[in-house]
């Protein structure tokens, strides 16, 4: 279309799509509204017929350009109404080039570079023919058992909400239109990561309060943000699976947020209404699903077989047939595809070229998170050095690195910890690998006498610990988060041989460290970095850069802690540090009382053994003078918030200054933090900089116990500090 108005735009796309709409019988209409699943398929006359015959709005998981193209070729040229199709692939954290998973870009707080690897994926995907994926993935995770939390960006809705519109923004670019620019999805709406005791697809049972002050939040920032479509969840939600969840996908989605995308069930949840017990028959579920709003069905069959019996029966209007068709035309025609519906690969960057590498890199660096460095022992020193053992099954594993979620990564551009630190130490320092276990799992310790003695020869033990990519992701859940197989014993045995200990964790969750945080003398946890992550593990042992990673979730000392995140409630009876009975401590013949006690475990207390927001750095950040620019402040206005920070030690590096709040007394209980603000800063050595944050009071704003949006006059704490666990503290009020 011509530079015209918005509003004219809008217009024509009205006039373009109810004039397509009314052209369309119900059997196309029904089409538009299917996704088939085509991977490892050519294209069949089966297929042919099925595209010809407009049955098909869709496809999913094809990505050989020329067939996509071909395929593409025969919905446009060889049916009656041309209508072309969307290409749907997941590209999570990356496609060729893998980026570190979610959680680990969330350990970044890096919203640009956030955008600027969504930005490189959808680069890649689109060469590949793609454009529309399934991703951001929003889901509040706050248990560390689950799977998925490897492809969440964590605990916090205000850190998931920014990082999310900036995937979005990513993915989608300036415009739909824009080559490379491929839709995006939020999903799994919602509630989907709190799946009773961690385990995937289990059910969730989230109260509307908790729904709208936590879970939804993130959503409503991609919603905000222009996301292109919304994926359902898979969940029971309060006994409503999502798919057929008319308060989420009505309620909420269109009346509340305006949304104007449309709504795609996840793969195979309209059928699996059926197995939830919510229908009795497939034609059931297509009809609970379309009526609730789900627009296009992933993978099952029940729209193709029943909708149209469903409208002829009277069961199901037509015109909801056509607002979930006019839904999906208007995203066809904003990427473009009537004019354009074909790829031209060679007009679209090489996989794998050198920005993306460099963007991946980046990513890898500011994603790792130092937990641990006793005595300063990192960052090593290439010069001093003479010999370094190199152990574990996650040292030289580039399949491995990429993470879960990762169908089109190619392993041959990555570069393993082992390759990277035996090309940045040189010849001159010996580097001896010890694979130790044949992966993570295997619980032979027979090699590790040996291990031990030949590593006990070298200056320093670097160990390369934690997970395979797929111990975590969809459906691979852990019960049990310690390092998995003999690891720990690996540990002990190499902390025997005298030498210094550093672990690189290499995992898709929050693990539980308790059983070798002590033996370890220096801790990174890389999550699972991507293609540049052998690199950016070296740029930081090595000291080419500071670690700058910041926990996006909080890591229980045990797994009987979880769920355990920092922005809880606080109880009638919140624990404190000072009242804690250790059950080692009780008596025999101890008599029964419940007084004094308070919101703890016996045999582990109450706290992470790492909390949320926390990250070491090479230089040494000390947080003073902070202030807020008036002690009361009226409905509508902005207070300033500000700190001074300075970088005491000895090297440059980037800290993330992290703004929480609480607000002491609510018409329903309030957390007792909230993060609210966050700034990367990047320090010189014995630079100080004052760092401020604007708080609107439209920022205080809650869901109180008749589920409106509400804002109330009372006393706030505020804290600003590098960790959730920030001591520098003041308070204002909020007046009416
Ligand atoms: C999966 C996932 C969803 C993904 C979809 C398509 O089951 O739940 O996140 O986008 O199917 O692969």
């Given at each position: 279309m011509e530079n015209t108005s918005a509003l004219q735009l809008v217009r024509e796309t009205d006039d373009f799509v109810a004039s397509l709409i009314a052209q369309m019988d119900l059997a196309e209409k029904i089409g538009q509204m299917c996704q088939i699943d085509v991977a490892g398929e050519a294209l069949s006359e089966e297929l042919k017929a099925r595209l010809s015959a407009g049955e098909v709005g869709s496809i999913i998981n094809q990505v050989d350009v020329e067939l996509v193209n071909e395929i593409q070729r025969v919905a446009v040229e060889e049916s009656r109404l041309g209508i072309p199709l969307l290409i749907g692939r997941d590209v999570i954290h990356g496609f060729k080039t893998v980026l570190p998973i979610p959680i680990g870009q969330a350990a970044s707080w890096n919203r640009d570079l956030v955008e600027a690897g969504a930005r490189i994926s959808a680069l890649e995907a689109a060469r590949a023919g793609v454009n529309w994926t399934f991703a951001p993935m929003l889901d509040i995770a706050r248990d560390p058992r689950w799977g998925r939390v490897a492809e969440s960006f964590g605990e916090d809705p205000f850190l998931a909400s920014m990082l999310g519109a900036a995937m979005v923004s990513g993915f989608q670019g300036q415009s739909l239109r824009d080559n490379g620019s491929i839709a995006a999805c939020a999903k799994h709406f919602a509630g989907y990561g709190a799946a009773e005791s961690g385990r995937d697809y289990a059910t969730t049972n989230i109260p509307e309060n908790e729904l709208r002050n936590v879970y939804l939040q993130p959503f409503h920032a991609a919603v905000t943000a222009g996301a292109a479509t919304v994926m359902t969840s898979f969940g029971d939600l309060n006994g409503i699976p999502c798919t057929a969840n008319g308060f989420l996908l009505r309620q909420i989605l269109r009346e509340e947020w305006g949304f104007s995308g449309f709504v795609v069930s996840d793969w195979d949840s309209v059928f699996h209404l059926k197995v939830h017990g919510l229908t009795a028959d497939d034609a059931g579920s297509a009809l609970e699903a379309a009526q609730a709003g789900v627009d296009m069905e992933m993978a099952s069959t029940t729209y193709k077989q029943y909708l149209a019996q469903l409208v002829e029966q009277g069961k199901l209007s037509e015109s909801v047939i056509d607002q979930a068709v006019a839904r999906i035309l208007r995203l066809k025609l904003a990427l473009g595809l009537f004019e354009n519906p074909y790829t031209e690969p060679e007009a679209l960057p090489a996989y794998g070229n050198r920005q993306a590498l460099d963007v991946a890199r980046q990513t890898a660096r500011e994603s790792i998170v130092m937990l641990k460095n006793a005595e300063t022992?990192?960052?090593?020193s290439a010069n001093t050095l003479r010999s370094i053992a190199v152990v574990g099954p996650l040292a030289d594993a580039p399949y491995e690195q990429l993470g879960t979620w990762i169908f089109d990564g190619d392993s041959a551009l990555s570069v393993t910890p082992l390759e990277a630190i035996r090309r940045r130490v040189g010849p001159e320092v010996e580097v001896n690998f010890f694979q130790a276990m044949a992966t993570s799992r295997d619980r032979n310790t027979d090699a590790f006498e040996a291990v031990a003695e030949a590593a006990g020869q070298s200056d320093v033990v670097l160990m390369f610990l934690g997970e395979e990519s797929i111990l975590s992701g969809e459906a691979h859940c852990r019960a049990d988060i310690n390092l998995p197989g003999a690891q720990a014993e690996l540990v002990r045995k190499l902390k025997a041989a005298g030498k210094p200990i550093i672990a690189v964790i290499l995992a898709g969750r929050p693990l539980t460290l308790t059983n070798v945080i002590d033996e370890i003398d220096a801790l990174l946890f890389a999550w699972h970095p991507g293609t540049m992550g052998g690199e950016a593990i070296s740029d930081l042992l090595f000291g080419d850069f500071s670690p700058s990673g910041k926990l996006p979730v909080s890591f229980p000392r045990?797994?009987?802690?979880?769920?355990?995140?920092?922005?809880?409630k606080n109880s009638g009876k919140p624990p404190s540090d000072d009242a804690i009975v250790h059950i080692d401590d009780i008596d025999a013949n101890a008599t029964q009382t419940s007084l004094g006690m308070t919101a703890f475990h016996l045999d582990e207390g109450f706290r992470p053994l790492f909390p949320f927001g926390f990250g070491l750095s090479y230089a040494d950040f000390v947080y003073a003078n902070l202030s807020c620019d008036k002690q009361q402040v009226r409905l509508g206005e902005t207070l300033r918030i500000s700190a001074e920070v300075s970088n005491q030690g000895s090297c440059k590096a980037i800290e993330t200054v992290q703004l929480y709040i609480r607000d002491l007394v609510g018409n329903v209980t309030r957390p007792v933090r909230e993060l609210k603000g966050f700034r990367r800063i990047e320090l010189e050595p014995g630079q100080t900089e004052t760092v401020t944050f604007d708080l609107h009071t439209d920022d205080l704003a809650f869901f109180g116990r008749d589920q409106q949006r509400v804002i109330e006059a009372g006393e706030f704490r505020v804290w600003i500090g590098?960790?959730?666990?920030?001591?520098l503290e003041t308070g204002f009020s909020l007046i009416d």
């Open positions: 022992l990192l960052p090593l045990h797994v009987g802690q979880v769920p355990i995140y920092y922005n809880h590098g960790s959730s666990e920030a001591e």
